[in-house]
């Protein structure tokens, strides 16, 4: 029994992580309870931060605007 709620309990963790990552912490959540919160923790801490689209698209647009001539 104890097993089982560990097992679920790392799993939440897991999906807590990935959400502050910007993931999905429910898809994560899920993939850490049916396959493993170890192998979930691993794939989610190798992935990249996810960003929101504002933040590419002001990443695009800074480089344009400090190259511009004075």
Known sequence: MFAIVAW???S???GLFANALGRSGAVWFIFS???SPSLGLMVVAVL???WTRSARVMT???PAV???PI
Do not use: E, R
Request: proline letters at 0%.
């Open 60 to 62: 695009a647009i800074a």
């Open 33 to 35: 309870l049916i396959l």
């Open 12 to 14: 939440f963790a897991v």
């Open 66 to 68: 400090v190259s511009l």
């Open 8 to 10: 679920i309990t790392c």
């Open 48 to 50: 990249d931060k996810k």
